[in-house]
T-cell receptor, first 106, second 114 residues
Framework: KNEVEQSPQNLTAQEGEFITINCSYS?????LHWLQQHPGGGIVSLFM???GKKKHGRLIATINIQEKHSSLHITASHPRDSAVYIC????????FGTGTRLQVFP | DAMVIQNPRYQVTQFGKPVTLSCSQT?????MYWYQQKSSQAPKLLFH???????NEADTPDNFQSRRPNTSFCFLDIRSPGLGDAAMYLC?????????????FGQGTRLTVV
């Protein structure tokens, strides 16, 4: 069983829709990262969470440590949000999820 | 200013010809990671350093080696690149001993093997 699982793998949305990406994990962590990778591009860290909730612009990330679950929400989605979103666990090393490929159409 | 810098951004090498990719950081982070990412796949950890302590993943081929001469620099050496080693190579850093440390990523080096 993978230590970190993301869902969905692929997500298509219309501009303006509310989007949720989920991440479940099975190991103890010190923190969880949400990362963004545009096609052919490098990885950008969006959030690092060890508890609760963080918000940055239209992005919101939550984590429930007891349930070993985190979500990334995008409000009022826009085509420029199209990217792969990756959940990464911070244990004694960084463990990446397989990513969620998001496409937002105008 | 970029805090994790990978050079070069694009590297073309010949089959079997040794190649070195470099990563430098200005964050004074004690942990540095090398990942391999193939198309449409998640990054795969090759190895990481805690300070000078080298940690190799069990399934990392012997063809891949790494050096960390000081805190700021880390190198990935591919001794005899094969066509299957063509990928994006990502460097990342973090700091242990705290629960409030971001991980930072380089822009990656895209390796082509011809």
């Amino acid at each position: 069983k993978n230590e970190v699982e993301q869902s969905p793998q692929n997500l298509t949305a219309q501009e303006g829709e509310f989007i949720t990406i989920n991440c479940s994990y099975s190991v103890g962590i010190s923190a969880l990262h949400w990362l963004q990778q545009h096609p052919g591009g490098g990885i950008v860290s969006l959030f690092m969470l060890s508890s609760g909730k963080k918000k940055h612009g239209r992005l919101i990330a939550t984590i429930n440590i007891q349930e070993k679950h985190s979500s990334l929400h995008i409000t009022a989605s826009h085509p420029r949000d199209s990217a792969v979103y990756i959940c990464a666990l911070h244990t004694d090393k960084l463990i990446f999820g397989t990513g969620t490929r998001l496409q937002v159409f105008p | 200013d970029a805090m994790v810098i990978q050079n070069p951004r694009y590297q073309v090498t010949q089959f079997g010809k040794p190649v070195t990719l470099s990563c430098s950081q200005t964050l004074n982070h004690n942990v540095m990671y090398w990942y391999q990412q193939k198309s449409s796949q998640a990054p795969k950890l090759l190895f990481h350093y805690y300070d000078k302590d080298f940690n190799n993943e069990a399934d990392t081929p012997d063809n891949f080696q790494s050096r960390r001469p000081n805190t700021s620099f880390c190198f990935l050496d591919i001794r005899s690149p094969g066509l299957g080693d063509a990928a994006m190579y990502l460097c990342a850093t973090s700091r242990t001993g705290t629960y409030d440390t971001e991980a930072f990523f380089g822009q990656g080096t895209r390796l082509t093997v011809v």
